[in-house]
């Protein structure tokens, strides 16, 4: 059993928590002096149990978990540009054309067939933006179907 | 008897035909989420409050929304215990130890119905405990100073891995991370910006919101999408009921001893409702004995778990309501709620907001009446729900949550940072680091600092002011054995729990 998993998170843990509590050394004194208590003072707390998290981690790692490879990583993977370009379409396209292809999309990856994927994703999407921007007043953007 | 009398005033309250409506829905909304597959409560709930947010909720009502939807999902639950041998949600684990047989040998109708009264049982004892112990607690939690509350947090964190936690270096890792991230905006004190980065949408500091949902609802998606398990499971044929009202009867002394052994482990900390249910049933196979058949779809085994996790979900509302604590994620979940909603939780809520408290608590009493209401006669609805496929349902869940947020602030920004959260909480949750003591550090992390701040002012920077006083001080102690007691007792709680799960004849 290897136990990489825990020993890189700890190294990452470490860069972050020393970055972190220099980082708070830095700020200019607060207006008016000095307190016992300044913006820095917790910060170097949690950035010091932080290096202690991490140097245990990193000295006692628990056993690796399995990580996807091939297949899987690469839907993973899929699923992840989804989102992003889901974000990234939901304005422009309008929310039931984006929804549409996102949840169609996601849910054919997941295994179901492209045909009931997509319908699918137009039902929920209709019935959301229908709901929210009739039902409960709350704009989503039409994007497209924009009526002027 | 003045608790009375506010109890009547909360009665007010959650009687009003709007709040009695929010009630119901979220009684049923919280069926569902706890029996479908992929959506755990703390999930649900998570989900759910951008909606109420949006919606402009009053905050009483809200509450009530979000604590019916709470309670709802403990019911629901079992369910796919029940029918699957596949706990809906952790506490529900027990419930399959002699759900599952019982179904298996024809007799899953009654084995629905017994759990939803158990689970109502449970509730109501949890509920009632609620009101006798939460404003005694908040009396003296007023005596608390900021030394006090500082220790109190640590507590917190130090107990939520639980004592069946398996490495709680790593809930403590996780609850710096949280409140690491807490930290960043411009400091309220002293107006001094940390870690910005001259990002002017961090200005204000991370949203929680944002960064629960993410965490939860994206990375819940992603362990869906890796495990593959998008195949809905077959339909479930429930049965009639032949439940007797001989049989109920004989159940009641487990209700009892079921619901009240549940409150007290759930108001406890680093307990929860897992070990609520554990407990449960083992108390109840000792106490029955041998002529019992535990393992074999005893009823007493369905009932005893059901109620154990029913009254510690009422119970560990009381650390949450009273000093602004909790216990548990899907407590956790409602403090942001409290939080978001500007009420300030603590001892004070119960003067300053008592008509939320009580509003909550006794919507909590209606909510369980409700629930039993609609888990009897709409059981054969809920299972047929059980046979969506993961693979339509997720990315439906994951688009209302797009929207929950979206609909917050109306801002792309948001939702980059939510999907950011959801891939670290994916990374996060592989390398076996607890989410919840995320959330919670995200939560008590300001309140911490202010306190520690405070604390120091008033001693004039003397440090061991901390400490100073003999409650400061048990909590401290009580903080410090929430780390170690893992070591010494997880191992040997967790094996029987894992032994008492290998013992059931049927474990596929």
Not at chain 2, 26 to 40: E, Q, S
Request: proline share 6%; glycine share 12%; net charge neutral.
């Amino acid at each position: 059993m290897t136990s990489f998993g825990d020993r890189i998170l700890g190294l990452g843990l470490l860069v972050l928590a020393v970055a972190y509590g220099w980082a708070a050394q830095q700020w200019p004194e607060p207006f008016g002096g000095a307190e016992t208590v300044g913006p820095e003072t917790f910060p170097t707390m949690l950035a010091v149990v932080l290096v202690a998290g991490s140097l245990y981690l990193m000295i006692k790692p628990d056993p690796d978990a399995q990580w996807p490879v091939g297949k899987s990583a690469v839907e993973l993977l899929i699923s992840l540009v989804v989102l992003v370009v889901y974000t990234l379409l939901l304005e422009p396209l309008g929310f039931v054309i984006a929804t549409t292809l996102a949840v169609g999309t996601l849910s054919w990856r997941m295994g179901a067939a492209p045909r009931p994927a997509f319908l699918t994703g137009l039902l929920s999407a209709v019935v959301v933006f229908v709901l929210f921007n009739y039902g409960l007043s709350l704009s989503l953007p039409a994007g497209l179907l924009e009526v002027h | 008897m003045e608790t009375l009398g506010f109890l009547m005033d909360g009665f007010a309250v959650a009687l009003t035909p709007y709040n009695l409506m929010f009630a119901l829905f979220g009684a049923f909304v919280g069926t569902l989420i706890g029996c479908l597959p992929g959506l755990g409560p703390a999930n649900g709930v998570a989900i759910l409050i951008p909606l109420a947010f949006t919606l402009g909720l009053p905050p009483e009502t809200a509450m009530i929304l979000l604590t019916a939807v709470y309670a709802g999902a403990m019911y629901g639950g079992r369910i796919s215990s029940i029918l699957l041998n596949i706990p809906g949600d952790e506490p529900a684990m027990m419930t399959c130890l002699d759900g599952y047989p019982m179904a298996q040998k024809g007799r899953a109708a009654d084995a629905l119905a017994v759990s939803a009264i158990a689970s109502f049982a449970g509730g109501l004892i949890g509920t009632i405990g609620l009101i006798m112990l939460a404003p005694v607690l908040a009396k003296f939690a007023l005596t608390f100073g900021p030394a006090e509350y500082f220790a109190l947090f640590l507590l917190a964190f130090a107990t939520l891995g639980g004592i069946t936690g398996k490495n709680p270096m790593k809930t403590v890792v996780a609850a710096t991370l949280g409140i690491m991230i807490s930290t960043v905006g411009i400091d309220i004190s002293t107006g001094t910006q940390r870690y910005t980065f001259g990002v002017l949408e961090l200005y204000e500091g991370i949203d929680f919101i944002l960064a629960i949902v993410g965490l939860f609802a994206i990375s819940e998606l992603l362990f869906f999408v890796e495990s593959r398990m998008g195949r809905g499971r077959d339909k479930m044929n429930v049965g009639k009921l032949t439940l007797t009202m001989k049989e109920l009867m004989m159940t009641i002394p487990t209700q009892l001893r079921g619901g009240v052994l549940g409150f007290i482990s759930g108001v406890l900390p680093g307990a929860g409702a897992s070990l609520g249910s554990f407990i449960s049933y083992t108390l109840e196979k000792q106490v029955v004995g041998k002529k019992g058949k535990f393992g074999e779809g005893d009823i007493r085994g369905v009932v005893a778990p059901e109620a154990g996790n029913n009254g510690a979900s009422s119970g560990a509302l009381v650390p949450m309501l009273t000093l602004g604590v909790p216990g548990s994620g899907t407590t956790a979940v409602l403090l942001a709620m409290l939080i978001s909603l500007n009420i300030t939780p603590g001892p004070l809520m119960f003067t300053q907001n008592a008509d939320i408290v009580w509003g909550v608590i006794a919507a909590l009493l209606i909510g369980n009446v409700l629930l039993l209401v609609l888990n009897i006669p709409l059981v054969g609805f809920f299972v047929k729900l059980l046979s969506v496929p993961p693979m339509y349902l997720l990315p439906i869940v994951t688009m209302v949550a797009f929207v929950g947020i979206y609909s917050i602030s109306h801002s792309t920004f948001d939702l980059y940072f939510m999907v950011a959260f959801g891939v670290a909480g994916y990374f996060l949750r592989k390398l076996e680091i607890p989410l919840v003591p995320i959330i919670l550090g995200l939560l008590l992390g300001p309140e911490m600092e202010k306190n520690l701040g405070h604390a120091l002012v008033l001693s004039d920077g003397d440090w061991s002011v901390l400490w100073a006083s003999p409650l400061a001080m048990g909590l401290w102690i009580v903080a410090g054995l929430g780390l170690i007691l893992p070591y010494l007792v997880g191992p040997l709680l967790r094996r029987r729990m894992n032994a008492a799960m290998k013992e059931s004849p049927v474990s596929d």
